[in-house]
């Protein structure tokens, strides 16, 4: 059976990954989550990127963690953002966060040795203390670290809040949190998740003296170079109520036919040419 990484690089779907993933995946199955913070009451085209990274993970006999971040929306992830987010109601974080639960469990097996794993981060962080939480995580790491990260040094001169620079700890104490409950060892996420992934293995290095891993996949633009996921009426959701079937299936279908071979590698399971059908198999 290919591993991970063989599945995926077929696909196109290798941005970067840690040294050493690829011969950790050859000695067996991994544990790996993606996070999914709650900002609004559905998924879109462009998240199915990871979700579509998790499944994959399941089929080539890992164990996948679905994440949803239902403390870490409370705060908001500058990364890839000029701006500060707006905060949301802990309310409509919590409604967003079921919302979205939902909508990932239609896309993982909960049965049998590989169960996928449904997780919120609201469950441990909040209720964690901010002592405990300065001295369990923000000890290791030094400012200068945070100050690399891209998603904050890009926001220095316009502006980031204490809120938002916290953010890269809080994703890295939920890779610890989950390497030690559940023995994960993997975090997966797009290409602008990198600097908080690495956090994530920095903390369970210095912290608890083991090795994790990350890997990330690349932001799909189309052909024409716009933002992958777009429509002319605005993002194109999972929730059909705010997408109706109609208009995602004819997102679908005027794609434009330089993008069609990438989204059936990105977006299916159909073995890419010269592969073995096995791949597609559980």
């Known amino acids: ?17 840690t040294p050493g993933l690829a011969d950790r995946l050859a000695r067996g199955p991994i544990t790996g989550y993606v996070g999914f913070d709650p900002t609004a009451d559905s998924l879109h085209v462009g998240n199915l990127v990871p979700v579509m990274a998790l499944a994959w993970l399941q089929r080539t006999g890992g164990r996948p963690i679905a994440l949803v971040g239902g403390a870490t929306g409370l705060i908001g992830d500058p990364s890839g953002k000029r701006a500060e987010r707006p ?22 097996d909960f049965t049998g040795p590989r169960a996928a794993r449904m997780a919120n981060n609201a469950d441990w962080l909040g209720e964690l203390r901010l002592l405990d939480f300065l001295r369990d995580a923000g000890k290791h790491f030094s400012i200068g670290y945070l100050l690399q990260k891209e998603a904050i040094r890009s926001r220095l001169e316009t502006g980031i809040s204490f809120t938002e620079f916290s953010y890269a700890l809080l994703q890295a104490y939920d890779f610890a949190h989950l390497h030690r409950s559940e023995g994960c060892e993997l ?11 690495t956090a994530g293995i920095e903390l369970i290095g210095k912290r608890d003296g083991a090795q994790a891993h990350g890997l990330v ?15 002319e009426a605005g993002n194109v959701w999972l929730d059909p109520a705010k997408t109706s079937p109609y208009r995602f299936y004819q997102y679908w279908l005027n794609a434009d036919d330089r993008d069609v071979e990438r989204l059936l590698r ?7 040419p010269g592969s073995p059908r096995r791949w597609t198999t559980r």
């Open 217 to 231: 996949l690349p932001l799909l633009t189309t052909a024409s170079g716009a933002k992958f996921g777009k429509s």
């Open 266 to 272: 990105t977006f299916t399971f159909l073995p890419p």
């Open 1 to 17: 059976m290919p591993t991970l990484l063989d599945a995926l690089a077929a696909r196109g779907l290798v941005h970067d990954a």
């Open 187 to 197: 975090q997966l996420g797009g290409s602008d998740q990198w600097g908080n992934i």
């Open 87 to 108: 905060l949301l109601a802990p309310e409509a974080v919590a409604a967003n966060a079921a919302a979205i639960r939902i909508q990932l469990e239609r896309f993982l």
